[in-house]
């Protein structure tokens, strides 16, 4: 299955596998789960990596084959570092939309990290994959996500064609060249559709900062409110067990910038 994250797959890890404010807590319920765990949207295993290298089976569930081909390649890189009979890690690795997943077993835990339940654009969306996760859930067992709390002066901010115009947004490197790669973005918000259009520009620099080349990747996230989210967990069969509002699971109230969601299957 060809997707258009498929060509995002090489620069994932140079532009977010370093991220790892996030990681102990997905782990934290994990380890409280006890396995077997079940993630959406893995990409390239950031967070299903670290959960197998604590012991704790997991299935990495994504729509793109070359970030499940990356995401093996960094399981085998870590088994073999680990072990000198390069014993392999309890994951697996399957491509399926998580609209349409369905495996023939049942988790005590499933996880959508990274904000990526907003890469499902419509409510038939989020009702359908909330529905398939509660399905492979044993009883008991729980759902966790998160995604940033909608802002609005963002909003308004980014609802006009001015909002358009590429902005400057960060810089890395490519290890194998070792050339700085520079990261432009532009953002729209669509306030009648709930919709954030984005686009990125990477250009690859030489040492005197001229631009090589340059290549453009786009995407389209929903935004989800709170309130409307709660709607969402119960209509799908879902008990609310807590909502924080940051990783280290602070209350949250009107100072939070992300929501973090746990929900139970009764």
């Known amino acids: 299955m060809t997707t258009e994250y498929d060509a995002f797959a090489d620069v994932y890890d140079l532009e977010y596998g370093t991220t790892t404010f996030d990681i102990e807590f997905y782990l934290e319920e994990a380890q409280a789960a006890g396995g077997p765990v079940l993630e959406l949207a893995c990409g390239t295993g950031r967070v299903a990596l670290r959960i197998a290298q604590a012991g704790i089976p997991i299935v990495g569930v994504d729509s793109s084959e070359r970030m499940l081909a990356i995401a093996q390649e960094k399981a085998d890189h870590l088994a073999e570092s680990a072990n000198a009979g390069g014993r392999p890690l309890p994951v697996e690795w399957v491509e399926a939309d998580m609209r349409s997943f369905d495996l023939d077993r049942g988790f005590g835990l499933a996880?959508?990290?990274?904000?990526?339940?907003?890469?499902?654009?419509?409510?038939?969306?989020?009702?359908?994959?909330?529905?398939?996760?509660n399905r492979h859930l044993l009883p008991g067992g729980r759902l966790v996500l998160n995604f940033f709390v909608p802002h609005l002066q963002m909003i308004a901010e980014h609802s006009t064609s001015t909002s358009q115009m590429l902005k400057y947004?960060?810089?890395?490197?490519?290890?194998?060249?070792?050339?700085?790669?520079?990261v432009w973005e532009s953002r729209r918000y669509d306030v009648h559709r709930q919709r954030i259009y984005q686009r990125f520009r990477y250009e690859e620099l030489d040492e005197d900062g001229n631009v090589l080349s340059a290549r453009y990747r786009g995407y389209t996230l929903c935004y989800i409110w709170p309130r409307e989210m709660?709607?969402?967990?119960?209509?799908?069969?879902?008990?609310?067990?807590?909502?924080?509002?940051?990783f280290d699971r602070?209350?949250?109230?009107?100072?939070?910038?992300?929501?973090?969601?746990?929900?139970r299957r009764p």
């Open 111 to 133: 996880i959508i990290p990274a904000r990526s339940f907003l890469h499902l654009l419509n409510p038939e969306d989020h009702v359908e994959v909330l529905t398939r996760i």
């Open 250 to 263: 602070r209350p949250f109230d009107g100072r939070s910038t992300e929501q973090v969601w746990v929900a």
């Open 169 to 182: 947004r960060r810089e890395f490197t490519e290890p194998e060249s070792g050339r700085r790669i520079s």
């Open 230 to 246: 709660e709607h969402l967990l119960v209509r799908c069969g879902f008990e609310i067990v807590d909502q924080y509002g940051w």
